[in-house]
């Protein structure tokens, strides 16, 4: 079981930067991919970015690629999202993401609201 805790999120203007923490509470947290995603008002919920255990392969979606980035310090069980050249369409609730395998259980947080002004 793992508790998680986003952070970070605010108002920024078009081209700025904010950046996301992500706090978890619980064991084994190095053993456990991490992510974020985010969802904006009427619509699904969109994959942004990936790490796994170790912290030394990520993955992103097309739209974040070059712009935001991925890390983690697993001596502070935390994740974080740099977001940088931040564009209106960014605008979301962003939620940070646990899961363990070989196990099928997946852990969201309670997300965080970022809002980008043009």
């Known amino acids: 079981q793992v508790q998680l805790v986003e952070s970070g999120g605010g108002l920024v203007q078009a081209g700025g930067s904010l950046r996301l923490s992500c706090a978890a509470s619980g064991r084994h947290f190095s053993s456990y991919v991490m992510g974020w995603f985010r969802q904006a008002p009427g619509k699904g919920r969109e994959f942004v970015a990936a790490?796994?255990?170790?912290?030394?392969?990520?993955d992103y979606a097309d739209s974040m690629k070059g712009r935001f980035t991925i890390s983690r310090d697993n001596a502070k069980n935390t994740v974080y999202l740099q977001m940088n050249s931040l564009k209106p369409e960014d605008t979301a609730v962003y939620y940070c993401?646990?899961?363990?395998?070989?196990?099928?259980?997946?852990?969201w947080g309670q997300g965080t609201q970022v809002t980008v002004s043009s």
């Open positions: 790490i796994n255990g170790k912290g030394d392969s990520t």
């Open positions: 993401y646990a899961k363990r395998p070989p196990y099928q259980d997946d852990y």
